[in-house]
T-cell receptor, first 110, second 111 residues
Framework: SQQGEEDPQALSIQEGENATMNCSYK?????LQWYRQNSGRGLVHLIL?????REKHSGRLRVTLDTSKKSSSLLITASRAADTASYFC??????????FGAGTTVTVRA | SQTIHQWPATLVQPVGSPLSLECTVE??????LYWYRQAAGRGLQLLFY??????ISSEVPQNLSASRPQDRQFILSSKKLLLSDSGFYLC??????????FGQGTRLTVV
């Protein structure tokens, strides 16, 4: 079974709005990662947050991690059409295995 | 810089035919290597991972096998494809507790 589960499954927003998606996981982790996938392409790493970190920023991305609730959120601020993609969270089940959720599909309308 | 190559990009194969997908990594040594499969609109299912030459761990019993004949080469194979083997196959590499880097994927359609 998958370790991480994203919510919502799909999100449609207007250009310029913020997009927030959440990830819940089941077991303790060393780190949690977020990836983006454009249709029919490979995944691109966005940000990694370690278990001892609570918040991390990268450009228009903000990730939070709450290990007590086993959850994380990804916020994309001032969205652009180019942000249209699927977003996945991934957790390390052990030192070698990354387990991915089913993803959130984000559509940014012009 | 490190790069990962995966080919072919698309493949249409008849049921019962063999399969060989190849993935190579450049610019790094002794990476962990991974094969994932993604069904349409779904998340990634880890199929195999390798922490070194000749070392393969299988996650899901199935019609596929993997081999790592060289440090930076990872091959996904099947002797006889099934319809259920259709999907989007992704190769990736990483080091322990760091981000993973993905190839562009192979769209396999078994007909």
């Amino acid at each position: 079974s998958q370790q991480g589960e994203e919510d919502p499954q799909a999100l449609s927003i207007q250009e310029g709005e913020n997009a927030t998606m959440n990830c819940s996981y089941k077991t303790s982790i060393n780190n949690l990662q977020w990836y983006r996938q454009n249709s029919g392409r490979g995944l691109v790493h966005l940000i990694l947050i370690r278990s001892n970190e609570r918040e991390k920023h990268s450009g228009r991305l903000r990730v939070t991690l709450d290990t007590s609730k086993k959850s994380s959120s990804l916020l994309i601020t001032a969205s652009r059409a180019a942000d249209t993609a699927s977003y996945f969270c991934a957790t390390d089940v052990n030192d070698y295995k990354l387990s991915f959720g089913a993803g959130t599909t984000v559509t940014v309308r012009a | 810089s490190q790069t990962i190559h995966q080919w072919p990009a698309t493949l249409v194969q008849p049921v019962g035919s063999p399969l060989s997908l190849e993935c190579t990594v450049e610019g790094t040594s002794n990476p962990n290597l991974y094969w994932y499969r993604q069904a349409a609109g779904r998340g990634l299912q880890l199929l195999f991972y390798s922490v070194g030459i000749g070392q393969i761990s299988s996650e899901v019993p199935q019609n596929l096998s993997a081999s790592r004949p060289q440090d930076r080469q990872f091959i996904l194979s099947s002797k006889k494809l099934l319809l259920s083997d259709s999907g989007f196959y992704l190769c990736a590499w990483s080091f322990v507790n760091t981000e993973a880097f993905f190839g562009q994927g192979t769209r396999l359609t078994v007909v």
